[in-house]
């Protein structure tokens, strides 16, 4: 296993470096491979009901699937928003950022930080079961994505136990910060990309239905 020293150094700016030019190459080849595919796509672009599509979409229950399935809407969105959130707001995570750069966010109280992480949990053995019991969503996944919703949960898991003291913190802080950085070089080359890939693939289908059909797709 690598040494922490290494993770929190070299392998922490190779994995951003992989993250943030993986998302940008995969970007620039789904628009080229879009304008030699469906050229006549963007002959009906309208940003109006684009924007509309992504804003719909990003409004708890602001479509009408989502009005169809309150429960799983109501856990989608917590676990997104936690997702995105614990990292950003921890009080660890931004005393590091402002050792190495001078800066920080703002850092939420570690009970709350606990409280929020223990919620994450739960939302996402919810999703993980609902793959599993919903025959419709079962046949839709694969191995690979099961395993990757684990992946997303260990850094979180491994966190807490760390910070708790729950079990060896070397073994545990090195699985937390290598299983984060794992995280983020597979995010480009795999679904969880559609954390930047969402908003183009909604703004794409606002064109279709609203700007070429005159139909709402939300």
Same mark, same amino acid.
């Given at each position: 296993?690598?040494?922490?020293?290494?993770?929190? $150094?070299? @392998? =922490? +700016?190779?994995?951003?470096?992989?993250?943030?030019?993986? %998302?940008? /190459?995969? !970007?620039?080849?789904?628009?080229?491979?879009?304008?030699?595919?469906?050229?006549?796509?963007?002959?009906?672009?309208?940003?109006?009901?684009?924007?509309?599509?992504?804003?719909?979409?990003?409004?708890?229950?602001?479509?009408?699937?989502?009005?169809?399935?309150?429960?799983?809407?109501?856990?989608?969105?917590?676990?997104?928003?936690?997702?995105?959130?614990?990292?950003?707001?921890?009080?660890?995570?931004?005393?590091?950022?402002?050792?190495?750069? $001078?800066? @920080? =966010? +703002?850092?939420?109280?570690?009970?709350?930080?606990?409280? %929020?992480? /223990?919620? !994450?949990?739960?939302?996402?053995?919810?999703?993980?079961?609902?793959?599993?019991?919903?025959?419709?969503?079962?046949?839709?996944?694969?191995?690979?994505?099961?395993?990757?919703?684990?992946?997303?949960?260990?850094?979180?898991?491994t966190g807490f136990l760390a910070f708790h003291q729950i079990g060896p913190y070397k073994l545990?802080?090195?699985?937390?910060?290598?299983?984060?950085?794992?995280?983020?070089?597979?995010?480009?080359?795999?679904?969880?990309?559609?954390?930047?890939?969402?908003?183009?693939?909604?703004?794409?289908?606002?064109?279709?239905?609203?700007?070429?059909?005159?139909?709402?797709?939300?």
């Open positions: 296993m690598p040494s922490i020293y290494f993770l929190t $150094g070299p @392998g =922490l +700016w190779i994995s951003f470096i992989v993250f943030f030019a993986g %998302l940008a /190459i995969r !970007l620039i080849w789904l628009y080229t491979l879009s304008r030699k595919k469906d050229p006549v796509f963007y002959n009906h672009i309208d940003f109006k009901w684009g924007i509309k599509s992504i804003l719909y979409w990003l409004v708890p229950f602001g479509s009408r699937s989502m009005r169809l399935a309150p429960v799983f809407t109501i856990v989608a969105f917590a676990f997104h928003l936690m997702l995105l959130g614990i990292p950003l707001f921890l009080q660890a995570h931004n005393l590091m950022w402002e050792e190495a750069f $001078g800066f @920080g =966010l +703002w850092s939420m109280p570690d009970g709350l930080a606990d409280a %929020l992480t /223990i919620a !994450l949990v739960g939302a996402g053995l919810f999703l993980f079961i609902r793959r599993i019991i919903r025959a419709e969503v079962r046949i839709l996944n694969s191995p690979w994505d099961y395993t990757l919703l684990v992946l997303t949960l260990l850094p979180f898991i545990l802080i090195t699985l937390h910060v290598l299983s984060g950085e794992v995280l983020l070089i597979l995010i480009p080359i795999t679904k969880l990309s559609h954390m930047v890939l969402f908003f183009f693939s909604r703004l794409f289908i606002g064109f279709e239905m609203g700007g070429r059909r005159g139909a709402r797709a939300w």
